[in-house]
């Protein structure tokens, strides 16, 4: 109770945070409408290519928006020496790291509350209410993911360059199993069609659940030695 | 029934601090009575800080014993933070909440009531500026709202790395209370605040005890 008491006092003062000062989503916001035009040039994108580019072109921008994101996290209050302060409270490491990764994980969803429609507007993307399951499936695994390596990635100088390299590698089965399941989505066809075991929907929860768990058990170790 | 208060607040020995090969501080050896309040005195890079970041846990050290409260510093340090107030260099303020909400936010982490930062803004003479963002603070208001953080939870041990820093004369003068009733250890560069505000003092040089300025009762490695 007392866990999610403070997790949930962290995320909250995250987001307040963000609305007051609104440094990060309207950046991300031009990011993202940006990042669509060149992917509209760059792939000479019609109405039928569209739907066929759109799964990838929404993972990669998923991607980089998470990036940046999560890179904010944890380097500003690094920085600040707010994330010091937290961590001398009897609040306790875990606590403070599910805050935060919760707050990151609403930043990525307002980048994707964005993202979808944009696409469905320049791309000509079907956007289901499965296509944004999917994307919110996969948002909570990337999110303590990212969050996890971002907090590790604070911890050093060369941070921007850091995280990047430890986050990608490792949201690589995101990108697989969302981007399969996106692009049934997108087709019309249901991933409740496929045999049990190829679910991508299965496979992205059971993704959440497993780095939920890892990325909760290694924040302590990461933030707080 | 609760726990008698230890004796002894601090308790340091053979203590080291490393970073990398150098020895930032120590070997160093310490007995602190429970209510003393100790000015740790030094030039820059006398290890002060280092000392301090020991005391409040932040920082473990590399090797030697620590105890704290009757608690050891290291296995023991997520009890031992209920307890200890710290203000270090930076203030760690959150420049778009409102210095009551700084506060409030340190209050749920404490597991306080959110009355504890109305009373610890007071404590500072910051309530007229409760509603205020601390970003429009100025420094030496910013400084009075991170030392309302350290003695929130009203901490038995405060530790305080210049709490003097940007304070004007009236912000002086409020540290006095904020030590009432406590053990303190501070670190400043200001002797005679250091005789106003302590009881004993230590002078580091290259990390190591270089003697008592005072002729105290600490106990130099």
Redesign the interface.
């Known amino acids: 109770m007392?866990f999610l008491?403070?997790a949930l006092?962290?995320a909250r003062?995250d987001v307040?945070?963000e609305l007051?000062?609104r440094e990060l989503l309207p950046a991300l916001a031009q990011f993202i409408v940006l990042a669509l035009v060149i992917a509209n040039f760059a792939f000479d994108v019609d109405l039928v290519q569209g739907p066929r580019l759109s799964p990838g072109i929404l993972w990669l921008v998923l991607v980089f928006a998470g990036l940046v994101a999560f890179g904010r996290a944890f380097a500003a209050e690094k920085d600040?020496?707010?994330?010091?302060?937290?961590l001398?409270?009897?609040?306790?490491a875990t606590a403070?790291f599910a805050g935060k990764a919760a707050a990151a994980a609403a930043m990525l969803v307002a980048c994707e509350a964005v993202l979808l429609p944009a696409m469905a507007i320049f791309l000509g993307s079907p956007i289901s209410p499965l296509v944004v399951g999917t994307v919110l499936l996969a948002t909570i695994g990337m999110a303590a993911l990212g969050s996890l390596f971002a907090a590790l990635a604070a911890q050093t100088r060369a941070r921007e360059l850091l995280l990047p390299v430890l986050a990608l590698p490792i949201w690589v089965p995101f990108v697989v199993v969302g981007g399969r399941a996106v692009q049934l989505a997108m087709a019309g066809q249901s991933p409740s069609t496929l045999p049990l075991a190829g679910q991508p929907l299965l496979v992205l929860a059971d993704f959440d659940i497993l780095f939920l768990v890892v990325a909760c058990l290694a924040a302590r170790f990461v933030l707080d030695? | 029934m609760a726990p008698l208060a230890p004796v002894t607040a601090v308790r340091a020995s053979a203590l080291v601090q490393r970073f990398g090969t150098q020895v930032a501080v120590g070997p160093l050896d310490l007995d602190l009575p429970a209510g003393a309040r100790l000015a740790v005195l030094g030039g820059n890079g006398a290890g002060k800080t280092t000392l301090l970041r020991m005391l409040?846990?932040?920082a473990?050290p590399a090797s030697g014993r620590l105890e704290v409260l009757g608690l050891d510093a290291v296995r023991q340090r997520?009890?031992l933070?209920?307890r200890?107030g710290?203000l270090?260099?930076?203030?760690?303020?959150?420049?778009?909440?409102t210095a009551l909400?700084n506060l409030e936010?340190?209050a749920?982490?404490?597991?306080l009531e959110p009355r504890h930062a109305r009373d610890a803004l007071a404590l500072v003479r910051l309530a007229p500026l409760a509603r205020t963002?601390a970003e429009r603070l100025s420094r030496g208001q910013q400084q009075r709202l991170a030392l309302a953080?350290a003695v929130l939870?009203r901490p038995e041990l405060l530790v305080l790395d210049e709490p003097d820093a940007s304070l004007d004369a009236e912000g002086r003068g409020l540290l006095g209370g904020l030590l009432e009733g406590r053990t303190a250890v501070l670190a400043t560069h200001d002797t005679a605040l250091a005789r106003d505000l302590c009881d004993r003092a230590v002078l580091l040089r290259a990390g190591r005890v270089a003697g008592d300025p005072w002729a105290l009762r600490v106990v130099g490695g």
């Open positions: 007392r008491s403070i006092a962290v003062k307040r945070c007051r000062g600040s020496g707010s994330l010091e302060a937290m001398l409270t009897p609040a306790g403070v030695d | 409040a846990t932040v473990r997520d009890r933070r209920a200890v710290y270090g260099h930076q203030v760690g303020l959150y420049p778009a909440l909400e936010f340190f749920a982490l404490h597991g963002r953080r939870h």
